[in-house]
């Protein structure tokens, strides 16, 4: 139902052209294996973070009253997901959130920010975290996240703490992912 969902959202296409959200390869694949807990380490432009903000911007829409939390690496960044948002939401932003019409808001933060949104949110999304300047942040933003949260923690490089998450990911509760990976394997 969420993945149906996703598919009547208008996103924006690399050429600025406002287009229905289809789902590529590596985001189908992805859909197929999602949790509750995932930790995605992915090559870019394979619209990973854009699957991200349309499954948590549907399950916002459907569920009234959901916090959904979005914190990536530079403020540049969190701008740019706000901005894909609101076009996927087909509503403009008050500062670093969105308000929709249910009483659900989305938040974004820069990781190196005071976060803070009253009440533990439903969905957690990290963005970029093997470039996050802070390990303890990180971590505290798990910890905040809870076993009852939805959260992807995904990047593109590996840092030593990426690295620590990903070797522990089967303690910590979280489903890895590698969607180029599996694309090739598949293939061959």
Known sequence: MI????QQLLIK???????PFRFRPAQYRLA????????????????ISTFILARFLVQAKLFPGTIC????TEREL???MLRALSV??????????ITLDNDSQLYFFQCCDRISVGKRPDKVHLSEVGNWPDKIKLNQLIELAGDFTE????????????????RNADKLNFSRHRPA???ISKAA
């Open 3 to 6: 993945e149906q969902q996703m």
């Open 13 to 19: 296409n690399t050429y600025g052209q406002i287009v």
């Open 32 to 47: 197929q294996r999602w949790t509750m807990r995932n930790i995605i380490f992915k090559d870019r432009q394979l619209g």
């Open 69 to 72: 939390l979005h914190v990536c």
């Open 78 to 80: 969190a701008h740019y």
């Open 88 to 97: 996927m939401a087909g509503v403009e932003s008050e500062g670093m959130v």
């Open 151 to 166: 959260i992807a923690v995904e990047s593109t490089t590996r840092s030593s703490q990426f690295n620590k998450l990903w």
């Open 181 to 183: 990976k599996e694309l």
